[in-house]
């Protein structure tokens, strides 16, 4: 069964340090997102793109963060100067249509010292 | 942001017996509502989701009802399985955003032998 994949499964990093955190979406999927989860809270939208554009954002999304399909196949977050309250689980989706059911990957666990 | 709550932290059940886990949302703009189950250290797996269009979908066990008079939605399992031990989310999405779903917090069902 297709599936989305993330890596790395858990990054250790430095305040201030630069974090790339990787996705391979579902081959056949056009729309890609990145959810997190800090510990004992919800899990919230950070980011929907589509088309090579972001297509909508949220407020947590500041410009500390950035995404890009830099191939036909991956698709990444990065994180220029990581604060502590970055850590938390970041989720990778995808899905056929913006319409449809969102799939996950099992995350990447980002904690910041 | 409280605009989908699922109120009951946890629920715990006999095996054989109905699971209901509840969900509240306040958003009208709404128009698809999705649950998703989640394990420790995986992300969340797509469930069974239901369209504002409808009041009831169903898919083997599991049965999603829809109150849109009650911003209301409850997820029915039936019977249900010591398998099915996880955390519950319900996930709302506006019909104006490109894929963007607003989480519930989440209900631990634990279901017993």
């Known amino acids: 069964e297709p599936e989305v994949t993330q890596t790395p499964s858990h990054q250790v990093t430095q305040m201030g340090q630069e974090v790339i955190l990787r996705c391979v979406p579902i081959s056949n999927h056009l729309y890609f997102y990145w959810y997190r989860q800090i510990l004992g809270q919800k899990v919230e939208f950070l980011v929907s793109f589509y088309n090579n554009e972001i297509s909508e954002k949220s407020e947590i999304f500041d410009d500390q963060f950035s995404v890009e399909r830099p191939d036909g196949s991956n698709f990444t977050l990065k994180i220029r100067s990581t604060k502590l309250e970055d850590s938390a689980m970041y989720f990778c989706?995808?899905?056929?249509?913006?319409?449809?059911?969102?799939?996950f990957g099992e995350g990447s666990r980002l904690t910041v010292l | 942001d409280q605009q989908v709550k699922q109120n009951s932290p946890s629920l715990s059940v006999q095996e054989g017996r109905i699971s209901i886990l509840n969900c509240d949302y306040t958003?009208?703009?709404?128009?698809?509502f999705l649950w998703y189950k989640k394990y420790p250290a995986e992300g969340p797996t797509f469930l069974i989701s239901?369209?504002?269009?409808?009041d009831k979908n169903e898919d083997g066990r599991f049965t999603v009802f829809l109150n849109k008079s009650a911003k209301h939605l409850s997820l029915h399992i039936v019977p249900s399985q010591p398998g099915d031990s996880a955390v519950y989310f319900c996930a709302a999405r506006d019909g104006t955003s490109y894929g963007k779903l607003t989480f519930g917090q989440g209900t631990i069902l634990t279901v017993h032998p």
């Open positions: 989706a995808s899905s056929e249509l913006y319409t449809g059911e969102l799939f």
């Open positions: 958003n009208s703009m709404f128009d698809y």
């Open positions: 239901i369209s504002s269009i409808k």
